[in-house]
C-alpha cells in the first residue's frame, strides 16, 4: 500500500549501543534460583539438547507445553545438571560458553529500541534484588547477550508505543515522560505516585472475588502453584478484607542463601527499583499501551506490598519479604492468568503524567 508523502518513518530499532538504566545493580551471587522452575527451564536450540544430552539422557526434550525444546527438571523442581551446592554441573566441566544461550543470559534481557540497545533484568531472581551489589558493568554483562557466534541479540524489538487506546507518541516523546518518571524514582517518590493508578480496575467479563478464588484453586502441588495461590489470597486480602491464609513460601531456600549474604535494604527500595526496570524495560508497550501497564502495575505492587506486610508480621526480614513478594508478583504476571486478567482491564484514558 502506498505511504502518505509526510508520514514519518518510526526510527528503527536498534542493538547498539549497549544502554544500562542508571542505577541498577546486579552481580550473579549462584543462590540457584534461575535454574529451577520459577520458569520454564528454556528454550534451547535442537543442537543444544543434542550435546546436552550426551551429558545427561534426561538433559530435557520437547515440551508440549511451552512448544519448544526445554531442559529437564528434576523431582524438586532443579534442572537437571543443578547440583547440590547450586553450581551447574555443564559449567563445572566444560565451562559457561557451553551453557545455552538462555542459561548465560538470565536475568538478563536485551530490548532494541531507536535509542541502543537497552540491558534489562528481571525481578524474581535474588541475585538481582537482595544484597550489595555492583552497578551494572554493560561490558561485562555483554558477555551474556551474545549468540554462540559472538553478536549481540535482541529479546525484543519496540514498535509502535501508545500512551492509551488513542494516543500513539514517538520513542523521542516517550524518552522525555520516562526520562521523568525514573528521576522521580531516584528522588525517593513512592512508586505508587509515580505508577499514580488506580489499582483493581474494573474487569471485563469477571470480578476480583471470582478471580481470587481462580488463583487460589490453581494451586497444583508445584511451586508456582504455591505462588499463584498467595497471589490469589492477597487479592482477596486487599478487596474483600479476608485474612490471607498463605499456601507457603515457595523457593524460599534459595532466598535463605541470598538473606545470609546479604546486607538489609528497605522494601521501598526494592519496590522503586522493580518499578524502574519495568519502565526502563518497556515490556509495557506489549501490553496495547501504558495506561494499561500503569493499572496492572498499581495493582501487582499493591499485592506485592501486602504479601511483604503479611510476611514481615510473621518476623520475617523486611527486604527478603519484598524480595519473596516481588518473585510471586513478577511469575504470576508473567503467566497466562495473568495475561487474560490484564487484557480484560477496563482502563481510563491517560491521566496526565507528572
Ligand atoms: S544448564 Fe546449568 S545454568 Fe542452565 S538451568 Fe541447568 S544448571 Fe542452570
Known amino acids: 500500500m502506498a505511504k502518505k508523502k509526510n508520514q514519518k518513518k518510526t526510527p528503527k530499532s536498534k542493538v547498539r549501543p549497549l544502554l544500562s538504566r542508571p542505577g541498577a545493580q546486579y552481580t550473579c551471587f549462584g543462590d540457584g534460583l534461575c535454574c ?43 534442572c537437571t545438571f543443578l547440583m547440590p551446592d547450586q553450581k551447574c554441573a555443564v559449567h563445572a566441566q566444560f565451562g559457561p560458553e557451553h551453557k545455552p544461550d538462555g542459561c548465560r543470559r538470565f536475568p538478563l534481557g536485551l530490548v532494541a529500541t531507536p535509542g541502543g540497545g537497552r540491558i534489562t533484568t528481571e525481578h524474581r531472581c535474588p541475585c538481582r534484588t537482595l544484597g550489595k551489589r555492583p552497578d551494572l558493568d554493560v561490558d561485562e554483562v555483554a558477555q551474556s547477550l551474545v549468540d554462540r557466534g559472538g553478536r549481540i541479540y535482541a529479546d525484543r524489538r519496540i514498535g509502535r508505543l501508545k500512551l492509551d487506546k488513542s494516543k500513539p507518541i514517538s520513542f523521542s516523546q516517550w524518552v522525555e515522560i520516562e526520562t521523568e518518571l525514573l528521576a522521580q524514582l531516584e528522588r525517593g517518590v513512592a512508586p505508587s505516585a509515580v505508577i499514580d493508578a488506580q489499582p483493581f480496575p474494573e474487569i471485563s467479563g469477571n470480578t476480583w472475588k471470582n478471580l481470587a478464588e481462580e488463583f487460589i484453586e490453581a494451586k497444583d502441588g508445584t511451586q508456582f502453584g504455591v505462588a499463584i495461590a498467595w497471589f490469589g489470597e492477597a487479592i482477596r486480602w486487599l478487596t474483600q478484607g479476608k485474612t490471607p491464609r498463605p499456601p507457603g513460601r515457595p523457593w524460599t531456600d534459595a532466598f535463605d542463601r541470598a538473606e545470609r549474604r546479604s546486607p538489609k535494604r528497605t522494601a521501598a527500595e526494592l519496590f522503586s527499583d522493580w518499578i524502574a526496570d519495568e519502565i526502563w524495560s518497556l515490556k509495557w508497550s506489549e501490553h496495547a499501551h501504558f495506561a494499561r501497564a500503569r493499572a496492572d502495575l498499581a495493582t501487582r505492587l499493591e499485592i506485592a506490598e501486602a504479601i511483604t506486610q503479611h510476611l514481615v508480621g510473621l518476623s520475617v526480614r523486611e527486604d527478603r519479604a519484598a524480595a519473596e513478594a516481588l518473585l510471586i508478583v513478577e511469575v504470576v504476571g508473567d503467566s497466562d492468568h495473568w495475561t487474560d486478567v490484564r487484557s480484560n482491564m477496563k482502563v481510563k484514558k491517560t491521566r496526565a503524567l507528572n
Open 36 to 78: 529451577t522452575d520459577i520458569h520454564g527451564l528454556g528454550p534451547i536450540t535442537k543442537p543444544e539438547l543434542v550435546q546436552l544430552r550426551k551429558l545427561d539422557k534426561e538433559a530435557g526434550g520437547y515440551s508440549e507445553d511451552f512448544e519448544d525444546y526445554m531442559l529437564g527438571t528434576a523431582a524438586d523442581g532443579g
